[in-house]
């Protein structure tokens, strides 16, 4: 079992619609999570970290922590076209984030 | 704040050859990390070092790789020989304590 993993995608979704993400880790004693937006041949990019139980919103953006089944999940509403990226979840334990594979969204006008 | 810095942004060598990769992390940020980005493996953490030391090297490949980080503004990674199998993006990431990364913009290799 990957440490991190995340829905294989890719994800389609029409412009306006909202977008989920979801990601589930093995280890439960990890605390800090993140998601990054990457796009294609570009470096990721930081758009969300949480670390305890519950919704974190940032604009569009909201972040959902599940500890307890080890989910963590990213909602992007109103989706733009400008979203279409790889989306990465990342896990830190031990001092150090795990990566998941990414998904892939696109956003269609 | 210019972000993290890496150079060159692409490199193509022959196999064999020796390949520094150079980054320059974010002011202020006490951890610095190299990632290698390949679509077959996704992103692997290939070593981290927290206040110029190394942590954890355990995701380096074998002993070709090396990393060093002389001080807090400068860090390479070396591989030596290289060989076509090292053919990736290499990331540099920098954060302040153990937060969200920031990127560098990545180095691609090509070893033909």
């Known amino acids: 079992q990957k440490e991190v993993e995340q829905n294989s995608g890719p994800l389609s979704v029409p412009e306006g619609a909202i977008a989920s993400l979801n990601c589930t880790y093995s280890?439960?004693?990890?605390?800090?999570f993140f998601w990054y937006r990457q796009y294609s041949g570009k470096s990721p990019e930081l758009i969300m970290s949480?670390?305890?139980?519950g919704d974190k919103e940032d604009g569009r953006f909201t972040a959902q922590l599940n500890k307890a089944s080890q989910y963590v999940s990213l909602l992007i509403r109103d989706s733009q076209p400008s979203d279409s990226a790889t989306y990465l979840c990342?896990?830190?334990?031990?001092?150090?984030?795990?990566f998941g594979d990414g998904t892939t969204l696109t956003v269609k006008p | 704040d210019a972000g993290v810095i890496q150079s060159p942004r692409h490199e193509v060598t022959e196999m064999g050859q020796e390949v520094t990769l150079r980054c320059k992390p974010i002011?202020?940020?006490?951890?610095l990390f190299w990632y290698r980005q390949t679509m077959m493996r996704g992103l692997e953490l290939l070593i981290y070092?927290?206040?110029?030391?190394?942590?954890?090297d355990s995701g380096m490949p074998e002993d070709r790789f090396s990393a060093k980080m002389p001080n807090a503004s400068f860090s390479t990674l070396k591989i030596q020989p290289s060989e076509p199998r090292d053919s990736a993006v290499y990331f540099c990431?920098?954060?302040?304590?153990?937060?969200?990364?920031?990127f560098g913009s990545g180095t691609r290799l090509t070893v033909v």
């Open positions: 990431a920098s954060s302040p304590g153990l937060n969200g990364y920031t």
């Open positions: 949480i670390y305890s139980n």
């Open positions: 070092f927290n206040n110029n030391v190394p942590i954890d």
């Open positions: 990342a896990v830190i334990n031990a001092g150090k984030s795990t």
């Open positions: 002011s202020g940020h006490d951890y």
């Open positions: 280890d439960r004693v990890s605390q800090s």
